[in-house]
């Protein structure tokens, strides 16, 4: 039998109101559904997804000055950019790419 949206949700509500179920059992569902609600904040607080992509966009944009100052500061002809600059860079190029790329939606 599949769990439909919100199917949890009901069945948490349906423990807590129902007389014959143990008090611990009820505490336990009380917990459940504050921790369910917590987690759909975090979906739908747009802020958090938009200060998450203001820091790694820095941090992209603060690489690649870092590593343009550190290439005109020294010699031109024999540079190379410390591979930690390169792995902090690609990292948050990465994390933005997964960000904003689009999700596949479900079909199913």
Same mark, same amino acid.
């Given at each position: 039998m599949a769990i439909q949206h919100g199917g949890i949700e009901n069945l948490l509500k349906l423990i807590e109101t129902d007389p014959s179920v143990p008090a611990d059992i009820k505490l336990q569902a009380r917990k459940l559904t504050g921790d369910i609600e917590a987690a759909s904040a975090l979906r739908t607080d747009v802020w958090i997804y938009?200060?998450?992509?203001?820091?790694?966009?820095?941090?992209?944009?603060?690489?690649?000055?870092?590593?343009? $100052?550190? %290439?005109?500061? @020294?010699? #031109?002809?024999?540079?190379?950019? =410390? /591979?930690?600059?390169?792995?902090? $860079?690609? %990292?948050?190029? @990465?994390? #933005?790419?997964?960000?904003?790329? =689009? /999700?596949?939606?479900?079909?199913?």
């Open positions: 938009r200060a998450v992509v203001v820091v790694l966009g820095v941090t992209v944009l603060a690489t690649i000055m870092g590593g343009l $100052g550190l %290439a005109f500061k @020294g010699d #031109l002809t024999n540079f190379k950019l =410390p /591979s930690e600059i390169v792995a902090i $860079g690609s %990292a948050a190029v @990465g994390a #933005l790419a997964g960000l904003l790329a =689009p /999700s596949p939606k479900d079909n199913g």
